[in-house]
Structure formats: C-alpha cells, structure tokens
C-alpha cells in the first residue's frame, strides 16, 4: 500500500465558531458534534481564537480511494505505530485515510511502515 506525506507541520485545534474558518485554505478537516468544534489545518492558517490548540503534528495519506468494504486498513497502520510507541491521531475523507503524528515521531513512523511493507511517496 502508498503512502504519500503532507508538506508541513499541522495544527490540531478546538474552535469557539465556525466563524473563524477560513474556507479558502487547502488544506484542512473540520469535525463539529454536540460537545465541540474541531479542526486540523497547517499551521499556519490556524485561526487566531482557538480555545485550546496543540501544534507540531506531520501528517501522511493512504495513497488511492480506499473501498468501504476495505476493513483494517487504518488499523494496522496504527498497530504498527503503536508497537513503536507512537501515537496517531486520525482523519478519515470519503476517499482516504489520513494519518498524523507528532513531529518527532514522524521519520521513525514512515521507517516502521515501510519496514512493514508500505511505500512512502515524496512530499505532496
């Protein structure tokens, strides 16, 4: 399986308002439920007013349009990393899955994957 790495280091945030999104951005997630408003963007488009925000994420994506019959896909991405002691937090698309990890953990998170089989594609 492909994996293709993100440019850039991302931010994981918790937002008052939607208001405070810039939809213009590239690239960016935007969870909302009953209890909170997330968004993970580049760092550099965070937006000002955040609540509580945790910078330093690197991210990384399933390369191709995963079928939804596709079971453990992400799951054995994140045993992998698990089993070396890094931690994910995940966002999945209709089409994809992607995966971010802490910068320090970003080299030794691709090195573990492709030592497992998988191919890392250069920066997008």
Avoid at 47 to 63: C, H, K, S, Y
Avoid at 68 to 90: H, Q, R, T, Y
Avoid at 107 to 116: G, T, Y
Wanted: contains cysteine.
């Amino acid at each position: 399986m492909d994996l293709k790495k993100i440019e850039g280091q991302l931010t994981v945030c918790k937002l008052k308002s939607t208001a405070d999104i810039d939809l213009n951005h590239d690239f960016y997630f935007i969870g909302r439920t009953d209890e909170e408003i997330s968004l993970v963007c580049k760092t550099e488009d965070t937006p000002a007013e955040t609540l509580v925000r945790d910078d330093g994420w690197r991210a990384f994506r399933i390369q191709g349009t995963l079928d939804f019959s596709m079971i453990g896909v992400l799951s054995k991405i994140s045993s992998i990393l698990a089993a070396n002691k890094i931690g994910i937090f995940a966002v999945s698309t209709y089409n994809t899955d992607y995966i971010l990890v802490k910068e320090d953990d970003f080299d030794a998170s691709l090195m573990a994957l492709q030592e497992n089989g998988y191919t890392v594609e250069p920066d997008l």
